[in-house]
């Protein structure tokens, strides 16, 4: 399986916490260095806790996933 299909799978373990919250993520693009490029949106977009979401929640399940995967980072 591709490295983009193994963290889009990763992100699908994600989203239904997103969702409940009223917000999503959509994988931009994974680089060939391992740096996951993600979009937040809905709620998740404006949150003052994104940052904590993005590393603590979204990170740390890509990255157990898919090891190859440096960070994640937000556009």
Known sequence: M???????????KVRPSLRADGGDVSLVDVTEDGIVK?????????????????????ERIVKSEVP????VDAI
């Open 2 to 12: 591709e490295l983009k299909e193994r963290v889009e799978k990763a992100l699908e």
């Open 38 to 58: 993600v979009q937040l949106t809905g709620a998740c977009g404006g949150c003052p806790m994104s940052t904590m979401t993005l590393r603590m929640g979204i």
């Open 68 to 71: 190859e995967v440096v960070r």
